[in-house]
């Protein structure tokens, strides 16, 4: 397969800064240019739902990242139609810069085909994706329960109901966050992601110490170690600004 993960993750950029930018004749052109294709839908959520799948047993998460091998590894027919596909909006897509993906970029080596050459590359790829879902996902109920929407934006328009997301989900606070977010160029979004960083582990130490409730002091301390782990991103901005008010 094309480097689906890299592929998803241009396309959910394209999507979303084409939106800020309120050019809906583009988002509409893209968006039908993928709904016409059932296996890159699937696909897509497929990389989405795996973002947060969660193994307690390493062994099952073991056999589990053997099953994906298997399954890339089959020859199927509508792979050839797939790869096509993705070769077509690889190309519409290479002038988008995107950050990478450890995940997607993990499951993009386990998709290529079996070889002498990249034997190393898969068993590393294996190792990341065991750590991946054997890591209890720290999902809090608030966000569980609404979109976060560049990071959502493209699963929501594959359902047909962008229009009511935006609309009736984000207030004209978080609509004006969002094209802000969006509008990042590249040095920026790292310098403030930063920034933001430092910011919040200044607040959780101070919490820390000030703090004499030993199971807070852990979560805390889990919080932590995730904010050092974020990679720059649009998206994990969008995550670190969201911890941030609710730590204020």
């Keep these: 397969m094309n480097k689906f993960g890299t592929i998803k ?53 073991k056999l589990y990242v ?40 993990s499951l993009d080596i386990l998709s290529e085909k079996d070889s002498l050459s990249n034997i190393e590359k898969k068993v590393i790829a294996k190792k990341k994706l065991v750590e991946h879902l054997t890591t209890k996902k720290d999902i809090n109920e608030s966000q569980e329960t609404k979109f976060v929407a560049n990071e959502n934006l493209l699963h929501a328009v594959l359902a047909n109901n962008f229009n009511v997301l935006y609309t009736n989900t984000l207030s004209e606070e ?36 000030e703090s004499k409730d030993s199971e807070m002091v852990t979560k805390l301390s889990k919080v932590k170690d995730e904010v050092l782990k974020k990679e720059t991103s649009k998206i994990n901005y969008y995550r670190l600004t969201e911890l941030k008010n609710g730590l204020n």
């Design 9 to 61: 993750s241009k396309m959910l950029t394209k999507i979303t800064e084409s939106y800020s930018k309120q050019n809906k004749n583009e988002v509409k052109d893209m968006l039908n240019t993928i709904k016409e294709n059932k296996a890159f839908k699937e696909m897509y959520l497929f990389y989405e739902e795996i973002e947060n799948k969660y193994f307690e047993d390493k062994e099952i998460a």
């Design 174 to 209: 978080q609509k004006v966050e969002l094209k802000t977010i969006l509008d990042l160029s590249s040095e920026d979004l790292k310098n403030k992601t930063s920034e933001l960083k430092e910011s919040i582990l200044n607040q959780i130490g101070e919490i820390i110490n």
């Design 66 to 105: 053997e099953g994906l091998n298997t399954y890339f590894g089959q020859p199927m027919g509508n792979w050839n139609d797939l790869n096509v596909f993705c070769e077509s909006l690889h190309n519409r897509l290479s002038d988008i810069e995107i950050e990478t993906n450890e995940l997607y970029e």
